[in-house]
């Protein structure tokens, strides 16, 4: 599938209708094309929605054990591909080749754990108020899901998103982000290796305001899985509430870590840089605000620097380095504005704030670590998601006062608190409000078989992973049966 040929419709790997490519480029070399991918419109979407369409009626009918034996032979096929496709992302979007290697052992975890779903029960019987009367409910597949997917998890959440569909009998239409679709066309081929039918996973490659606007309109679609901003989670959300579309929407994060009075500060810096600059503090988990004890701020603060002073920022497939490229130079020039507005508006640059441009750098978008201090819940930097290796550090006067700072956005993704008490710890859960809660780890680290996604502005009340990964994807079908084998009518709730 060289060439453009990377849309997968039908089983076959073909062109645009109208030929048209776009470029990929390595982030950390501007200069170095990847490959050029299909710019697929409406007319792509189309066939592929219909391939997907007829390809439902066949595989909804497959059993699930069938199903899930695929997956599993997928689970396989990504762990005898783990290193190359971990290469092939660090390439494309720039994540540290140990990260990447990461990512892909979450879909291989994803695959051994959603695999054996198609063993497992699917619903449950209840006893029925009529004589001679069986009830039970039952889990069915919709039918067309279609998959709109971000670039920074370019395997992992494909696959949260695709085995559980796909092992509840759905079909799928996949949208990969423009900047990681080489990742995509692997992932497919693979899924292709592991025995999935044609039709029953296609994949479309192109713009998200064309193919992926596209997408979310095309009439034999029965539910939108989108990962990815808020902002185009909205608009998303708001043209799905006027088609009376289904859609699960999993956005961004402004997520914190709590530093208490008696935390382990070896620990928390640890954890610290971890979350904040991680996958270059492009992740929706990255811990983009440091919420620390009034008491221990000074001292966490010369602690955190000095272990930021010594993060190594180069090629991410490069042994030794920690943080590797943003991934465009739009988001760049994002990052730095954000910078510059928060230092105007008071913040103090502690550390970084610029490009990086030696020569390992000139081609490539390289931005410093960089920490902020005296920053306030009033600030921009205090509640957008930057998506960039930034965090600040803000300080809270008491127990009650961080919990009310780590509220204070309108995201509800990743929120963790380093402390030793008891008591402390229970509260946090109790008070913080995001989906997932970490005591004394990273913001960033969720495993697949917990709930995965995030309160208010970062989700629309869904969840990914975890045992209740096919709920998006499903309905539930209440089924009665009568056996009496007599003519005499017995009706629910009526008296007789
Ligand atoms: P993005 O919103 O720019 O793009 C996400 C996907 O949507 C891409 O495939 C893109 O092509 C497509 N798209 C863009 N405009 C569209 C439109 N009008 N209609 C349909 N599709 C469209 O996000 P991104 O830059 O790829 O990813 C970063 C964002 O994703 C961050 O905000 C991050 O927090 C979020 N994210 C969230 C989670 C989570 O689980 N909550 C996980 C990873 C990333």
């Known amino acids: 599938m060289h060439n453009g040929a990377t849309n997968y419709i039908d089983g076959v790997w073909r062109e645009a209708v109208d030929g048209k490519t776009f470029t990929s480029l390595d982030p950390s ?205 909205q608009t998303i959300m708001e043209r799905c509430a006027s088609l009376g579309r289904r859609v699960s929407c999993e956005m961004g994060g402004k997520n914190a870590i709590i530093v208490l009075d008696d935390a382990d500060l070896d620990l928390a810096v640890k954890g610290a840089i971890w979350s904040a600059f991680g996958t270059t503090g492009q992740r929706c988990t990255a811990a983009s605000r440091l919420i620390v004890h009034r008491d221990v ?36 020039a994002g990052i730095h504005e954000y910078v510059v507005r928060a230092v105007s508006a008071g913040a103090t640059l502690l550390y970084g704030g610029n490009r990086l441009r030696g020569p390992e750098y000139s081609s490539g978008c390289f931005y410093e670590p960089t920490v902020l201090g005296a920053v306030t819940t009033d600030m921009e930097i205090a509640q957008m998601e930057v998506f960039g290796p930034i965090t600040v550090i803000m300080e809270a006067s008491n127990f009650e006062h961080a919990i009310d700072i780590a509220n204070s956005t309108e995201y509800g993704l990743s929120l963790s ?33 917990l709930p995965f996604g995030g309160t208010r502005k970062t989700g629309n009340g869904h969840r990914e992973a975890g045992l209740h990964a096919a709920d998006y994807c499903t309905e539930w079908k209440a089924c009665y049966v009568n056996y009496s084998e007599s003519s005499t009518l017995v009706r629910a709730q009526i008296d007789v």
């Open 417 to 449: 608190v380093y402390t030793r008490s008891t008591a402390r710890t229970f509260r946090a859960i109790e008070y913080l409000d995001a989906g997932l809660i970490y005591v004394n780890l990273p913001t960033s680290g969720a495993e697949i078989h």
């Open 29 to 233: 070399d501007r200069q170095h094309v990847l490959g050029n991918y299909a710019r697929s419109d409406t007319k792509d979407v189309t066939l592929a929605v219909e391939a997907a369409h007829r390809a439902y009626r066949l595989w909804r009918t497959t059993p699930a054990p069938a199903r899930g034996a695929i997956i599993t032979r997928m689970g396989e096929i990504l762990a005898a591909n783990k290193e190359d496709l971990a290469h092939q992302m660090s390439r494309e979007m720039g994540k540290v080749l140990v990260e990447a290697r990461g990512d892909v052992q979450e879909a291989i975890d994803m695959a051994r754990y959603i695999g054996a779903f198609g063993r497992m029960p699917d619903g449950y019987t209840v006893a029925s108020e009529r004589p001679d009367v069986e009830c039970f409910a039952r889990r069915v597949p919709v039918g067309v899901v279609a998959m709109i997917t971000p670039w920074n998890f370019p395997v992992a959440i494909p696959a949260w998103k695709m085995f559980p569909a796909l092992v509840t009998g759905n079909t799928v239409v996949l949208k990969p982000s423009e900047e990681a679709p080489g990742v995509a066309v692997s992932f497919v081929q693979m899924l292709a290796e592991a025995g999935v039918p044609a039709g029953v996973v296609n994949l479309v490659t192109g713009m998200g305001a064309e193919v992926g606007a596209d997408l979310v309109e095309a009439p034999l679609v029965s539910v939108v899985s989108f990962t990815g901003s808020t902002a185009t989670g």
């Open 297 to 332: 701020c000074s001292k966490f603060t010369d602690q955190f620097l000095r272990a930021v002073q010594s993060l190594v920022v180069g090629s991410p497939i490069h042994d030794g380095v920690d943080i590797g490229p943003v991934i465009n130079e739009r988001q760049l």
